[in-house]
Each structure stands twice: as C-alpha cells, then as structure tokens.
C-alpha cells in the first residue's frame, strides 16, 4: 500500500514541477509584453493569450502536487486537536462527501468541454491572433483526473493513520520558509544540547 501510494505521490510532485515552469514563460510574456508595448510602441497581439493560458495551466495542474504536499489551505483550529486516527477519520469522510463529488464533475464536465473545443478547433477570440485552446482545455480533464489519484492515495494514507495512529511522511519537496526556520532552530537545539551532554 505504502508503495503504491508513494508511486502517485511521485506522479503529483513530478506534474506540479513540470508545469511550474509556467511561470517562467508567464514572467518572460509579461516582461516582454511591458517592454514592447511601453518602451517600443509596439503591443502584440499573443502575449495575453500567452499569460491567461500559461497562469490556466500552472492553476490547473498546481491542484495534485498541492495535495500531494498537504499545503492546500486547512481550517484545523479544532481539528489540529484531535488524535491522528480522529484526523484521519474525518478526513477519509470529508473525501467522500465533497472532495470526490467534485473532482469527478471537473473530470467528466471537463471532458465535454475539452472534447468539444477539439472537434471545434477552438481559437481564443481574446485577441487578433486567434491562438487555438483545445490543447490548453484538454488539462480540465487531465487536472481532474490527476487529482482523483492523489485522492485516493491520501484516502489509503488515511486507512494506514486510522490503523496506526501515525501520519505515513510525505515526499520531500520545497519547504515554506517557515518550515526551513524551524527545521533549522531544531537543528541548532540538539547540537546545543549534544554540546552541553559532551561538556558534562
């Protein structure tokens, strides 16, 4: 179970880093947008297009590695204190009464939509240069698809804390700077204790 669970684990981080790279080409169409149109008079007529589709899929495919890293945002100020094997009960039922439901509507809807825009040849009418949007639609699907398997490996990690009473660990990723802080202050803590134990 643990492998298997791991393995989606790895297919969130991997996507959410593939796609991240969408900000690169989003900060580069901006900057190259404000240069044109601001210093050589010249706007063109893509870079919109190019904005709206690169933040549709950064949004999009952020969604798995977001859970797969446990940082979507969390009302736990009652839930933090509860027993792990409360925790992973509510959340086992919290992912079958909402998030589920959910997920399976963006995946079959975003399929309609997808498939439609396909057998169209959708173009953007954002701008003059009409650039096509059905391969950018066909990540609807795709993100609902990705984010019902990292449903069900957290549900599994769920069934493991209800048995054990222990959180599995997540796979290492970037870390908040708050996180690496306190990491750090730890650190120092034991070495300053290591030290003191020593010098007795």
Same mark, same amino acid.
């Given at each position: ?78 839930? &933090? ?15 079958? /009464? ?31 240069? &009409? ?49 690496? /802080? ?11 204790? &290591? ?6």
């Amino acid at each position: 179970m643990n492998r298997f669970i791991y393995m989606i684990e790895g297919l969130s981080l991997w996507v959410g880093r593939a796609f991240g790279w969408c900000i690169l080409i989003l900060t580069f169409s901006v900057s190259y947008e404000v240069f044109v149109r601001y210093v050589l008079n010249s706007p063109t007529v893509w870079a919109f297009d190019m904005m709206v589709q690169m933040y549709g899929a950064l949004f999009l495919m952020a969604g798995p590695y977001a859970l797969a890293q446990d940082s979507h945002v969390r009302g736990d100020v009652v839930y &933090r204190l509860f027993p792990v094997r409360w925790q992973a009960r509510i959340d086992f039922v919290l992912y079958i /009464l909402f998030f589920f439901p959910g997920m399976l509507a963006l995946f079959w809807f975003g399929w309609e939509i997808a498939s439609d825009s396909w057998r169209y040849q959708e173009v953007s009418w954002n701008s003059p240069a &009409r650039i096509q949007i059905y391969f950018f639609k066909t990540l609807i699907p795709l993100a609902g698809f990705l984010l019902i398997l990292q449903g069900i490996a957290e549900m599994f990690r769920c069934w493991n804390a209800m048995k054990t009473g222990v959180w599995m660990d997540r796979l290492d990723d970037v870390k908040e700077t708050e996180d690496l /802080l306190i990491d750090i202050e730890e650190h120092d803590l034991e070495e300053a204790n &290591r030290h003191a134990s020593a010098g007795n």
